[in-house]
T-cell receptor, first 114, second 112 residues
Framework: DAGVIQSPRHEVTEMGQEVTLRCKPI?????LFWYRQTMMRGLELLIY????????DSGMPEDRFSAKMPNASFSTLKIQPSEPRDSAVYFC????????????FGPGTRLLVL | GESVGLHLPTLSVQEGDNSIINCAYS??????FIWYKQESGKGPQFIID?????DKRQGQRVTVLLNKTVKHLSLQIAATQPGDSAVYFC???????????FGTGTLLAVQP
């Protein structure tokens, strides 16, 4: 059974370029979460969706970040334009929709912005 | 320049010993708790969970204890192995939403 799938696994880009991270949640899960992990700030929730609808985007750093979930099996996190301080590992996680459910994480995308 | 990052608490144990990792949670209304293990270069991996109507739950070599009075959670690992070396996170959920609030993590270092 496939877990959460993220692509790409690694991304190196130059400052100012657009970056798109992709996530496929576990089939049947109806909540999807985007996290960012850095040494400075640990694991931060950026945004989450229930039934493809964004519920809480209070963790999104600024307008350069946007996320979409066009259907139940796909989500993107876009950074435009990217900056060196965006360098981090970005995780996607999914769960069933209800309070108190385990979130299952993908392997992450390691982003380096030069 | 010097980089400054999160200072992770570190627990160093000998292979074969038992490990206890502690976590203080913040919200007395939290009713669901999870322990995750994160190995280097990987995503957090579910280990065990517990709901607030329980004070103890056991898995394979792992036990989670919940003390709601003092808002404390612990993870016990029996007969710790080198493969247990990782960062361990506790997470809480208040039930009002399905957001998880993560702790800063504890680094477990197993010495052979």
């Amino acid at each position: 059974d496939a877990g959460v799938i993220q692509s790409p696994r690694h991304e190196v880009t130059e400052m100012g370029q657009e970056v798109t991270l992709r996530c496929k949640p576990i089939s049947g899960h109806n909540s999807l979460f985007w996290y960012r992990q850095t040494m400075m700030r640990g694991l931060e929730l950026l945004i989450y969706f229930n039934n493809n609808v964004p519920i809480d985007d209070s963790g999104m750093p600024e307008d350069r970040f946007s996320a979409k979930m066009p259907n139940a099996s796909f989500s993107t996190l876009k950074i435009q334009p990217s900056e060196p301080r965006d360098s981090a590992v970005y995780f996607c996680a999914s769960s069933f929709l209800s309070g108190g459910e385990t979130q299952y994480f993908g392997p992450g995308t390691r982003l380096l912005v030069l | 320049g010097e980089s400054v990052g999160l200072h992770l608490p570190t627990l160093s144990v000998q292979e074969g010993d038992n490990s206890i990792i502690n976590c203080a949670y913040s919200n007395s209304a939290s009713d669901y708790f999870i322990w995750y293990k994160q190995e280097s270069g990987k995503g957090p991996q579910f280990i065990i969970d517990i709901r607030s109507n329980m004070d103890k739950r056991q898995g394979q070599r792992v036990t989670v204890l919940l003390n709601k009075t003092v808002k404390h959670l612990s993870l016990q690992i029996a007969a710790t192995q080198p493969g247990d070396s990782a960062v361990y996170f506790c997470a809480e959920n208040s039930g009002a939403t399905n957001k998880l609030i993560f702790g800063t993590g504890t680094l477990l270092a197993v010495q052979p």
